[in-house]
């Protein structure tokens, strides 16, 4: 089984900064694309980051130029700085990964149980 667990939420003033994390364990083989995705009250669950194993990291437009999305591949760790929020990024926050448990298994996605994060004057 694997565990995925969001921390860092909480309540923010506009214009003001915080840091997830989320913490990957249980039976991992290799971790590939891992991602943030939100979901606000009354919406649908949208995409915010995501970043490959080697690559690129690809971002909601929304989030460009005040959101930076990192890992840590030896702690198997995922971490989302975010500057600048706005009441409109209030939201859960969810971490995802998709997790190879064996090296014959192909990987499959994995959810975190979500960190709520309140923008708020």
């Known amino acids: 089984q694997v565990q995925l667990v969001e921390s860092g939420g909480g309540l923010v003033q506009p214009g003001g900064s915080l840091r997830l994390s989320c913490a990957a364990s249980?039976?991992?083989?290799?971790?590939?694309?891992m991602g943030w995705y939100r979901q606000a009250p009354g919406k649908q669950r949208e995409l915010v980051a995501t970043?490959?194993?080697?690559?690129?990291?690809n971002y909601a437009d929304s989030v460009k130029g005040r959101f930076t999305v990192s890992r840590d591949d030896a702690k198997k760790m995922l971490y989302l700085q975010m500057n600048s929020l706005k009441p409109e990024d209030t939201a859960v926050y969810y971490c995802?990964?998709?997790?190879?448990?064996?090296?014959?298994?192909?990987?499959?996605?994995?959810w975190g149980q979500g960190t709520q994060v309140t923008v708020s004057s």
């Open positions: 995802n990964a998709d997790v190879s448990t064996t090296r014959w298994i192909n990987p499959r996605g994995f």
């Open positions: 249980g039976s991992i083989f290799s971790i590939n694309t």
């Open positions: 970043i490959p194993r080697r690559g690129i990291a």
